[in-house]
């Protein structure tokens, strides 16, 4: 996670010019006549991404100036090297990486008019043009070139490849029935994709800067969830306006980023986690639900009007702290947040309202990758650690810390699958383990395998096959590749040449909510 300074910066152009020139470069005027074109003269982005210090902060400058020096491999990005002097460049990297003077905006006329109609659905087949099971096909994103493939869980091939916006983030989402998936990007762009009839049908820009989107569990609400500006957005199946929420604290004077947004499907309601303000929002989707004064029950304080619950409203949980990064029990009545400085947990009841219990996690729980299973008759939730090698196993009735399971070194992600015994974890936040994945007996608590097929390279984020028989894990490389392995024997059956495959997502295990995989 990063804090963001926003200096205003209230003085000349010549100030980001490099000490190495002579005469000061203009880097507005550069910026007018090189990149504008791509990038929006607002620096909002438009062919070309966003170039605004928010959107850049995972970005190092001297990375962004190689960038600008060399072009970007797979994209429409030109090498200015030979262009620009040294001098030009650093003042133009230095101006993007600088907030605009004005605060960029992007509001609800914005957002309706940047919606892109490709494909008619009322006129494509609601029947899939290839054969196979629909429910065992795996979405993957690949960061490298920016593009996605559909692949056949059974065959374990790829049926189409396509190219995706730039920088997706997060889980792609799905339609209750599997035809359609949604795919967010770090720069806004909302995309509705006809899995059955392989093509793009909409897409729409909700934000500047965007962390994830939700599908409501009966395929009719789209939930964006944006840190620039400070709001959640509603949008319809077809990615049409609903409405848009300007996130703030309960008195309306703090504004918040909005970290993320999970669809709570039993709940029929999206749950939001605020970044800046210590409070969790639940948005209920069910068109049946009453306005009820809530927290009647547990504390009168909530009576007044705007803490109604309503549909499509903002019902308020206040914290003690900041809380981002979510765990959902399978029920969805309770979640688990790391506070801000992530040594600890809290457990927060959705209908109680309020926080149950303090949880001591060290190591900086990555929650959003927990999974859970039966353990002794107990269900267990495990999550890898951001910051620590270890898997921290909780019991979620008592929520003791049923084991740490020490690995090779901290790690991103977590995976398993109901039908099988092992659950499986990367080291991907460690320098020297990032080429190891660990695989652990969720009976017996114990690493029993260590799966390292090429050394140095990053290997991370397992997807099972519908029926647990295969995990694919990702070869994290710009020349990765998908290897295929018995979830089993643990030994690889194939490899799927991939361009830095971040993700994968088996339809059947996402819309099932499965036990074994993150929601
Ligand atoms: Fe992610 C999911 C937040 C950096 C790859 N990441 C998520 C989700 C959140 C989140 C809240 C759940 C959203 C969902 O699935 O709907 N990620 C964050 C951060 O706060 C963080 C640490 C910093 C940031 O700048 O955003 C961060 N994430 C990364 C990366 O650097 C990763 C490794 C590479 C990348 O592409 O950006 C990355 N995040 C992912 C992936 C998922 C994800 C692959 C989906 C996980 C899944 O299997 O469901």
């Given at each position: 996670?990063?804090?963001?300074?926003?200096?205003?910066?209230?003085?000349?152009?010549?100030?980001?010019?490099?000490?190495?020139?002579a005469a000061p470069a203009d880097a507005t005027a550069l910026f007018a006549q090189h990149c504008a074109s791509c990038h929006g003269a607002d620096r909002l982005g438009a062919m070309g991404p966003a170039l605004l210090p928010d959107n850049l902060s995972r970005l190092r400058k001297k990375a962004a100036r190689e960038v600008v020096v060399n072009g970007r491999a797979a994209t429409q990005m030109p090498a200015f090297g030979a262009a620009l002097d040294d001098a030009q460049i650093d003042a133009?990297?230095?101006?993007?990486?600088?907030?605009?003077?004005?605060?960029?905006?992007?509001?609800?006329?914005?957002i309706v008019a940047s919606r892109i109609v490709h494909a008619d659905v009322a006129t494509?087949?609601?029947?899939?043009?290839?054969?196979?099971?629909?429910?065992?096909?795996?979405i993957v994103v690949e960061a490298g070139d920016h593009h996605?493939?559909?692949?056949?869980?059974?065959?374990?091939?790829?049926?189409?490849?396509?190219?995706?916006?730039?920088?997706?983030?997060?889980?792609?989402?799905?339609?209750?029935?599997g035809r359609f998936v949604y795919f967010a990007s770090r720069d806004g762009w909302v995309s509705k994709y006809d899995i059955w009839n392989l093509t793009l049908v909409a897409e729409v820009r909700a934000g500047i800067n965007t962390r994830n989107l939700a599908v409501s569990s009966d395929g009719k609400v789209v939930a964006v969830a944006n840190y620039l500006p400070h709001s959640l957005v509603l949008l319809d199946s077809d990615l049409n306006m609903i409405k848009v929420m300007d996130v703030t604290d309960k008195a309306g004077k703090t504004s918040s980023r909005v970290s993320a947004v999970y669809d709570a499907a039993p709940r029929k309601s999206f749950v939001a986690a605020l970044k800046d303000v210590p409070e969790v929002w639940e948005i209920s989707y069910d068109p049946t639900v009453e306005d009820i004064p809530v927290g009647l029950i547990h504390d009168f304080k909530y009576k007044e009007g705007a803490f109604l619950r309503g549909y499509l409203n903002p019902r308020r949980t206040p914290l003690d702290d900041i809380l981002d990064d979510f765990f959902f029990t399978q029920d969805y009545s309770e979640l688990i947040g790391a506070t801000r400085v992530g040594k600890k947990g809290q457990v927060v009841h959705l209908d109680v309202r309020k926080k149950i219990a303090d949880l001591d996690l060290g190591g900086m729980p990555h929650l959003g990758s927990g999974i859970t299973w039966e353990w002794q008759g107990r269900t267990v939730m495990a999550s890898p650690n951001l910051e620590d090698g270890k898997i921290t196993v909780i019991d979620v009735k008592d929520w003791s810390v049923v084991k740490e399971i020490k690995t090779l070194g901290p790690g991103f992600f977590m995976r398993s699958h109901e039908n099988s015994r092992y659950a499986w974890t990367d080291s991907m936040m460690s320098p020297t383990?990032?080429?190891?994945?660990?695989?652990?007996?969720?009976?017996?608590?114990?690493?029993?395998?260590?799966?390292?097929?090429?050394?140095?390279?990053?290997?991370?984020?397992?997807?099972?096959?519908?029926?647990g028989r295969y995990a694919i894990a990702s070869l994290w490389e710009?020349?990765?590749?998908?290897?295929?392995?018995?979830?089993?024997?643990?030994?690889?059956?194939?490899?799927?040449?991939?361009?830095?495959?971040?993700?994968?997502?088996?339809?059947?295990?996402?819309?099932?909510?499965?036990?074994?995989?993150?929601?």
């Open positions: 996670m990063h804090t963001l300074i926003h200096v205003i910066i209230l003085l000349g152009v010549s100030l980001f010019v490099s000490h190495a020139s133009l990297v230095a101006m993007i990486y600088q907030p605009t003077l004005t605060p960029p905006k992007w509001d609800v006329e914005q494509l087949p609601a029947k899939a043009k290839f054969d196979a099971d629909l429910m065992n096909l795996f996605v493939s559909i692949l056949d869980g059974d065959k374990l091939e790829r049926i189409h490849r396509f190219p995706s916006r730039f920088a997706l983030h997060g889980g792609p989402k799905f339609s209750p029935e383990a990032r080429d190891t994945l660990q695989v652990i007996d969720k009976e017996t608590l114990e690493v029993v395998a260590q799966l390292k097929p090429e050394p140095g390279k990053t290997l991370a984020h397992i997807e099972f096959t519908r029926d710009d020349d990765g590749a998908l290897i295929i392995y018995d979830a089993v024997t643990l030994k690889e059956v194939k490899r799927l040449p991939a361009r830095r495959p971040v993700g994968k997502y088996n339809l059947h295990n996402k819309i099932t909510r499965s036990s074994g995989t993150s929601h």
